[in-house]
């Protein structure tokens, strides 16, 4: 009895663990997902390789092939600003309302 | 005087247009430095507004300024905390005094470097010799670099040098504390200061010198930390002018400096007549009324009235308290209090415990008094093994059995009647009072008992909610409804608080929640000191769920993953394929450009594990622990290091011994580990390295460092080792703090042994976590911070507020003092200083 006992207080115990549920588990703020009509101007779920939001105003994502990219339906789809760099890199300018 | 033809800036960057008031920075969205506007860029050459001469571009390329023939002064900055940069990012395409037309590229810069790296790319064009301006576009949308975007009305007389007149006063010299000498924002703190004065006023550096009251003077003066300066004025106020400058640059100008921590005046943790000090159980602050929490006596008559009718009272007692049980697991606040009662129910089906009161009721007990009997008796033989987690679950005990006693005595629990804002105070709380607490109107607790492990704080911190432990007994003679302050983060109930108290409280935690907010938006960026410090922050997690999570949260790698937790619920061994995948599964979630360190199994006497049995020791903290356990049933770690190492290439593995304290035990497991690698073909080893929580490893750094990759140091341990004070311990736990110098000490003894050999070391004890300890930390050299997962976000925030060298001064101070508690007090005033100065220039 002891040890089943002891085993489970220690577990329940241990303060590092103590925390498994913290608030952050409900703000994994990470990222949201993109809009359905980002995605499909940035040539669909499988050109996305990563996403990332960035200095405060931006998505930064990493495409397979940059060229899929939709200059145009990104704007129609409410993204104000798009910057395209090297390998495959774009950030998205979001601005600052959006829900982080 | 000339003509005062408009002028039309350039759109100096292609980009979308952002309001000035709506940047996030108060030095500029105040129009502090001048107003103007801010793009948010899509191209990444900054190019002249307006034809000039360059009359700033600041070494680290992040901002210029022009200035035209009629005096009209732009100024771009790009990003905001790009001094921070350090020029890395930035090309600067002009030099100081060079004519530039307008369109003209300045800077160039890597836009995805910046972004990646400093606070935002929101770029500012403002015209900061004040003329008035005319938005010629939209205010919102994109611009295109070149376009006409403002029509400036040059107004005569304005920007006029103004001359020093008469004798100047000149200050004492002073050294400049910022880290990153007057940039754009001190600078324009420190002119709008002197702009407040009528005497014309100067900032001299060596030869140069500077118009106080001129923004772009000051940063021509390209300044940096360490400089010797001087302020001169002359006219009517120049005295006072002098002296408030001064003080001005003395504080920073806005900026966080090192804090002169001269005078601490230990604070002694006494209590007062309005003050009870206890222990942080869970951290916050609350206003409320007391409510004294008291159990009823029972009474229990000895004699029973027949065995049969006793014998089914407990057992039904019995079945409705194990109900119960159920129930309070299923609403449970979280899984830790869920386990708590889980373990509850477990303890009514104990064989030992029901023969005990079954031997009563055969003597013609009553059914009350033999479970009374049989639970007081176990609880008292918990409280007497000499262990203090098990001292802890007699309370369990005793409460289990008074929940069922009060079902045969057929006493229902009356639900609380709680009034609003209640701050419970108890010798101890149950986790069945706790339970059944409508916890909406609790605002806090306070215990006479317990520690850091009892229920009230396991509770408390499900709940978010600041409960203290180990206060005065007088505390249960405060009178209910009374209005107290519980102050947790210091450990303080104020009987008599004032509303200035009150309110500052408030305003503390609301800073608090917004802080946490913005620190789970920026967890992504490195941990960068303000003086471009890398510190590695990683997770202490115990199982792959935990390792994804970390990594949502901006974990750079695990610094500490506890082994023996993976296959804590079982009840025998995992087989050695099953214990392999496990390892791969979490190396392959970090992936091979991160740090896994894998711990491998620490188990002892304190911390049994149901497939490693052992003999019971009298004194486990000082038996067979750690690695010694290992190497006592090598066969355990051989088949641990076998599993770790099929992992080996899909992370940066490392593998860590837990409680070294001989070189030998070093040696021998390294020798396992090479023989294990050698017999799966393995041609490279994995870093192997210790854990510093024995003094003697510490102490013996220095010759332990040779024969290791890297040092991590438990400061859990090696608190309670270095001080001989259990941290469990319900009166010792509030002196068994890792601030302690002695500990501190030996955590500097091991990093300069560990440098000296190349070596890298990281702390994965609770003191990493604590944000309080990263300073002295950071100071003492430390190179990696292994910390509780919802904290990375919190530890990485705070180190990008440090300043190395404030760090390595704070941290030569704190180990002269004398006791944890001045430490405290140190980093506390430090801390305050630091932060309160962040707020100011980001909120």
């Known amino acids: ?100 | 005087m000339t003509t005062t033809h408009p002028l039309e800036l350039l759109a100096p960057l292609s980009g979308v247009l952002l309001a000035l008031d709506q940047v996030p920075d108060p030095v500029f969205s105040s129009r502090l430095i001048g107003d103007g506007l801010c793009i948010d860029p899509t191209s990444q050459v900054l190019c002249a507004p307006l034809g000039g001469v360059i009359s700033n571009i600041q070494d680290s390329g992040h901002a210029v300024s022009v200035t035209d023939d009629n005096g009209v002064q732009v100024l771009m900055h790009i990003g905001l905390d790009t001094v921070n940069l350090a020029g890395k990012g930035f090309t600067r395409l002009v030099k100081e005094g060079q004519r530039v037309e307008a369109g003209q590229p300045l800077i160039e810069f890597d836009a995805d470097y910046v972004a990646l790296n400093a606070r935002s790319l929101l770029t500012l064009m403002l015209v900061v010799s004040g003329e008035p301006f005319k938005l010629l576009t939209p205010e919102q949308g994109g611009v295109e670099v070149g376009q006409p975007l403002l029509r400036v009305t040059p107004q005569a007389g304005a920007g006029e040098d103004e001359q020093e007149q008469g004798d100047a006063l000149f200050s004492k010299p002073l050294i400049l504390p910022n880290a990153n000498g007057l940039h754009a924002r001190p600078a324009a703190v420190f002119a709008q200061a002197a702009k407040g004065f009528k005497a014309s006023i100067y900032l001299h550096k060596q030869t140069q010198s500077a118009n106080a009251k001129s923004l772009v003077a000051i940063m021509a003066l390209q300044t940096v930390q360490g400089d010797t300066l001087q302020v001169s004025a002359a006219g009517d106020d120049a005295d006072a002018a002098i002296t408030a400058l001064v003080a001005l640059l003395a504080d920073g100008c806005g900026e966080t400096v090192a804090v002169q921590v001269e005078s601490i005046e230990p604070v002694a943790p006494v209590s007062s007549a309005s003050l009870l000090r206890g222990v942080c159980a869970s951290p916050g602050s609350a206003f409320g009324q007391v409510v004294q929490v008291a159990e009823p006596d029972l009474n229990i008559s000895e004699a029973g009235a027949g065995e049969a009718i006793e014998r089914a009272a407990l057992e039904r007692g019995l079945l409705e308290a194990t109900d119960a049980l159920q129930a309070l697991q299923a609403k449970a606040a979280g899984s830790a209090q869920a386990e708590i009662f889980r373990a509850h129910q477990e303890l009514l089906e104990d064989p030992t415990l029901l023969e005990q009161a079954h031997e009563l009721l055969a003597q013609g007990k009553s059914a009350a008094f033999a479970w009374n009997s049989a639970t007081v008796a176990t609880a008292t033989l918990f409280q007497g093994l000499g262990n203090a987690l098990l001292a802890e679950r007699a309370a369990d005990l005793a409460d289990v059995g008074q929940r069922v006693l009060k079902l045969i005595l057929g006493i229902k629990d009356s639900a609380w009647e709680l009034p609003e804002q209640s701050i419970l105070i108890a010798e101890q709380l149950t986790p069945s009072q706790t339970a059944s607490l409508d916890t909406r109107k609790v605002l806090g607790f306070v215990t006479v008992g317990g520690g850091a492990t009892s229920h009230v704080a396991i509770l408390a911190r499900a709940l978010g909610l600041p409960a203290i432990c180990g206060v005065p007994v007088q505390v249960l003679a405060l009178a209910n409804g009374k209005q107290v302050l519980l102050d947790a983060d210091k450990g303080e109930l104020h009987l008599d608080p004032d509303l200035a108290e009150i309110e500052q409280l408030q305003a503390t935690r609301q800073q608090q929640v917004l802080r946490r907010k913005r620190e789970v938006a920026q967890a992504s960026l490195p941990a960068i000191t303000r003086d471009g410090h890398h510190i590695e922050v990683t997770a202490n997690v115990a199982s792959l769920q935990e390792v994804e999570q970390a990594l949502s949260l901006g974990g750079e790698g695990v610094g500490l993953l506890r082994s023996e937790f993976l296959y804590l619920d079982r009840n025998r061994a995992p087989s050695p394929e099953e214990q392999a995948g496990t390892y791969s599964a979490i190396a392959r979630a970090l992936g091979p450009q991160r740090n896994l360190v894998v711990r491998t199994l620490d188990v002892g006497g304190d911390k049994p594990l149901a497939y490693v049995p052992m003999d019971s020791e009298t004194n486990p903290f000082l038996g067979l622990r750690g690695i010694r356990l290992c190497l006592e049933r090598p066969e355990l770690l051989r088949e641990q290091f076998r599993a770790i190492l099929a992992s080996a290439g899909f992370a940066k593995l490392h593998i860590m011994l837990p409680m070294v304290s001989l070189l030998s035990e070093l040696r021998l497991a390294r020798q396992i580990l090479q023989e294990e690698a050698l017999a799966l073909g393995l041609t490279e080893l994995p870093k192997l390295g210790i854990m510093i929580e024995v003094p003697s490893a510490a102490l013996m750094a220095d010759l332990f460092a040779p024969e290791v990759d890297f040092f991590s140091i438990g400061t859990n341990d090696l608190t309670q080792y270095t001080l001989a004070m259990d941290r469990d311990h319900p009166r010792l736990a509030s002196q068994a703090d890792s601030f302690h110098p002695a500990v501190l000490r030996l955590i500097a003894t091991t990093v300069k042994a560990a440098h000296a050999h190349g070596k890298w070391v990281g702390v994965c004890g609770a003191l990493a976590s604590e944000a309080l300890a990263v300073p002295v930390l950071i100071g003492l050299g430390v190179d990696e911070l292994s910390v509780s997962v919802p904290l990375i976000p919190t530890i990485k925030a705070t180190v990008r507020e440090l300043d190395l060298a404030d760090c390595q001064q704070i941290a030569r101070q704190v180990l002269g003092l004398e006791e944890a508690a001045q430490v405290r007090e140190a980093l506390r005033l430090y801390h305050v200083a630091n932060v309160e100065t962040s707020l100011v220039v980001e909120n």
């Open chain 1, 1 to 100: 009895m002891f040890e089943k006992l002891q085993r489970a207080f220690w577990k329940a115990l241990t303060p590092d663990l103590v925390l498994e549920t913290p608030q952050a588990v409900a703000v994994p703020e990470g990222e949201t997902p993109l809009a359905p009509g980002v995605l499909s101007a940035l040539g669909g779920a499988d050109n996305l390789k990563s996403q990332q939001r960035v200095a405060l105003t931006r998505v930064r994502v990493q495409l397979q092939d940059a060229g899929k990219l939709d200059a145009v339906a990104l704007k129609a789809a409410g993204v104000p600003g798009v910057m395209v760099l090297a390998g495959g890199v774009v950030h998205l300018i979001t601005g600052l309302n959006t829900a982080l």
